[in-house]
C-alpha cells in the first residue's frame, strides 16, 4: 500500500475502538456518532481485506487480524504526535530571523529589536540584507520588510508613518537635491544620488543639500536635531510593510514579532 493512501481517520478509529471494545464509547471519545465509527471500520476493513472486529454474546472483539497491527499502529500514533510537537518546537522558539534593507535596519528596526530585547533577554535575532523582494523559498526567514506599494504575492501588514519628508541640516545646507532609490518620482534634478535613503539622511546631516525620505526612517535624527525638517510631511504610495508567505505569518511567534514592531 502506498504511503500517501494510508487509510489514517479509519486506523484512529480502529484504535479508539479497540481500546474500548465499544464503537459507542469510541463515538464518544472521537466526538462523533456510533453510526460513523461502524462506517469507518468497514471502510477500513473493505480496503486492508480483512475483518476486524465481530460481535458476540459478550460484546466486541477483536479478531486475530484487528489484533495483530495494533501494537505497531500505537507506536506510529505516538510517533506522530513526537512528530507534531517537534514540529510545533519551533512556535516556542525564541529566534527569529528577518530581512530587511540596510537602512531600515540601522534607523528603525534596530531601536525596535533593543526594546524588545529589553523586555525579553532571551529572544534571539538573525538579520539579513535584503535591498529587493526576499525570496522565502531559500531563506530561513521568518519576516521581512519591504518597500512598494503593498504586500505583494505575500501577506502583510503596513509600518504606520506620515509619509514623505524633506529634511536638511539644522541652519541649512548645500542649495542641492540628493536622490536615492525609491525617492518619490526618482527626482531627476538631484545633483547628488547615493545608495539608499539611509545614506541620503546622512548626506542631509552632513550639509550636502536636501533630501526627501520616508518620515518613518528619519524620526529620531529630527527628534535628536541631527536633521530639520522642511514643511510638513506629504502622503506617499509607497511605504515599508511587514511581509511574509501564509505559513510564517500565522505562526505565534511572528504574529508577536508584527504587533510589536507595528506599534
Request: charged share 25%.
Amino acid at each position: 500500500m502506498k504511503r500517501t493512501h494510508l487509510p489514517l481517520n479509519g486506523l484512529r478509529v480502529l484504535d479508539a475502538a479497540a481500546r474500548h471494545l465499544s464503537f459507542t464509547r469510541a463515538a464518544d471519545e472521537l466526538a462523533v456518532t456510533p453510526a460513523a465509527v461502524g462506517q469507518q471500520i468497514r471502510a477500513l476493513e473493505d480496503t486492508l481485506g480483512v475483518v476486524l472486529f465481530r460481535r458476540t454474546t459478550r460484546g466486541l472483539e477483536l479478531t486475530p487480524e484487528g489484533e495483530a497491527g495494533l501494537e505497531a499502529l500505537r507506536t506510529g500514533f505516538l510517533q506522530f504526535e513526537e512528530a507534531v510537537r517537534a514540529m510545533q518546537a519551533g512556535q516556542s522558539s525564541k529566534s527569529l530571523t528577518i530581512a530587511a534593507p540596510r537602512d531600515v535596519t540601522q534607523k528603525w528596526l534596530m531601536p525596535k529589536l533593543a526594546e524588545l530585547s529589553k523586555r525579553d533577554g532571551e529572544i534571539r535575532f538573525v538579520l539579513i540584507p535584503a535591498d529587493e523582494t526576499p525570496d522565502f523559498t531559500e531563506a530561513n526567514l521568518d519576516l521581512a520588510i519591504q518597500w512598494g506599494e503593498g504586500p505583494g504575492e505575500h501577506e502583510g501588514e503596513a509600518l504606520e508613518s506620515d509619509g514623505m519628508v524633506t529634511i536638511e541640516r539644522p541652519g541649512g545646507g548645500a542649495d542641492m537635491r540628493i536622490g536615492w532609490p525609491g525617492c518619490m518620482a526618482e527626482d531627476a534634478s538631484a545633483l547628488l544620488r547615493v545608495g539608499d535613503a539611509g545614506l541620503a539622511i546622512d548626506a542631509a546631516a552632513a550639509g550636502l543639500g536636501r533630501a526627501t525620505v520616508p518620515e518613518i526612517l528619519v524620526r529620531t535624527d529630527i527628534e535628536t536635531a541631527r536633521v530639520a525638517r522642511i514643511g510638513e510631511p506629504k502622503a506617499s504610495r509607497l511605504g515599508y510593510w511587514l511581509v511574509a508567505p501564509l505559513p510564517q505569518w500565522r505562526q505565534k511567534k511572528v504574529q508577536a514579532l508584527i504587533d510589536a514592531l507595528a506599534q
